[in-house]
């Protein structure tokens, strides 16, 4: 099984049409449910679940895959 790569708060806003402050804002104030965002002492940490994002997006996580794929190119 080949392990995921983390998706970026720049890859999500890449994918919904937004930018990438607006996706950890969202995420930070629980209007964006897409995975968790946690705050270390200084920063926070943004743990961004596929089948969320998929499922919010309407399409399959094999899409999103691709979609990926697509920006990390």
Known sequence: MQKRKAITTAEVGA???????????????????IGEC????????????????????GITVEE???RLESLRA
């Open 64 to 66: 999103l895959d691709r």
């Open 15 to 33: 994918i919904i049409g937004r930018s990438p402050q607006y996706v950890r804002v969202a995420m930070q104030h629980g209007v964006l449910h």
């Open 38 to 57: 946690f705050k270390n002492k200084s920063s926070y940490c943004y743990d961004i679940v596929p089948a969320l994002l998929a499922e919010r997006e």
